[in-house]
């Protein structure tokens, strides 16, 4: 009976952890400049560029959480059709599309998915330069493996802006957790822009 309890103490005590940690970490993600931010205890620790969802298939914006992290996903909604050889036959294929004999459907790969809405996430993913999704949040392979680590399910994510408007994309840049944005440019500044002193 001492082991059931301590072991539901344990187990209490690492839920409850994990949503004290998921409350003090947010994700903010912009679409009007094409970006992603990690809040940490309320300072920004990474940005991300992002491509978001293409004219027809808009990223929603408002208020979610993550409520299912997978390394190593695979869509179930788009993919390829790959020649024997593995050219690619079809970038846009779904899977009810036609597959001509000798060739196979291959699902889009998703890597780092961190889904925040009904079949839309954060992931690992080509990044052309502008809106170019299905409706998820691509980033870089790296950033999308420091943003998986560092998000729990439970963790708030905030989708605001247009792709209407757009004007610019970022660049990636990964932010020291020291750093934090003051009210005039500083050194500080300087290394949030990627400028090494």
């Keep these: 009976m001492k082991t059931f309890i301590s072991v539901l103490i344990t187990l209490s005590a690492f839920i409850v952890g994990n949503a004290c940690l998921a409350a003090e970490t947010k994700v903010i993600i912009n679409l009007s400049d094409q970006s992603a931010s990690l809040v940490e205890r309320g300072r920004t620790t990474l940005v991300s560029p992002i491509a978001s969802g293409?004219?027809?298939?808009?990223?929603?914006?408002?208020?979610?959480?993550?409520?299912?992290?997978?390394?190593?996903?695979?869509?179930?909604?788009?993919?390829?059709?790959?020649?024997?050889?593995?050219?690619?036959?079809?970038?846009?294929?779904?899977?009810?599309?036609?597959?001509?004999?000798?060739?196979?459907?291959?699902?889009?790969?998703?890597?780092?998915?961190?889904?925040?809405?009904?079949?839309?996430?954060?992931?690992?993913?080509?990044?052309?330069?502008?809106?170019?999704?299905?409706?998820?949040?691509?980033?870089?392979?790296?950033?999308?493996?420091?943003?998986?680590?560092?998000?729990?399910?439970?963790?708030?994510?905030?989708?605001?802006?247009?792709t209407n408007n757009l004007t610019h994309v970022r660049k990636a840049m990964p932010i020291s957790p020291t750093v934090s944005y003051g009210l005039s440019p500083s050194p500080r500044s300087s290394l949030a822009q990627g400028t090494r002193r």
């Excluded at 293409?54 to 993550?66: D, Y």
């Excluded at 330069?129 to 420091?146: E, I, K, N, T």
Aim: hydrophobic content about 35%.
């Design 54 to 162: 293409k004219s027809g298939w808009h990223t929603p914006t408002g208020n979610f959480s993550i409520f299912n992290k997978d390394i190593n996903h695979w869509s179930r909604s788009f993919g390829l059709v790959v020649d024997a050889s593995g050219r690619v036959v079809n970038p846009s294929a779904t899977p009810g599309t036609p597959v001509p004999r000798g060739d196979h459907y291959q699902p889009a790969p998703m890597p780092y998915f961190m889904e925040f809405s009904s079949a839309v996430g954060m992931h690992a993913g080509y990044l052309p330069g502008y809106p170019a999704s299905h409706g998820c949040v691509r980033m870089p392979r790296d950033l999308a493996a420091l943003f998986f680590q560092r998000v729990q399910i439970g963790t708030p994510v905030m989708v605001v802006g247009s």
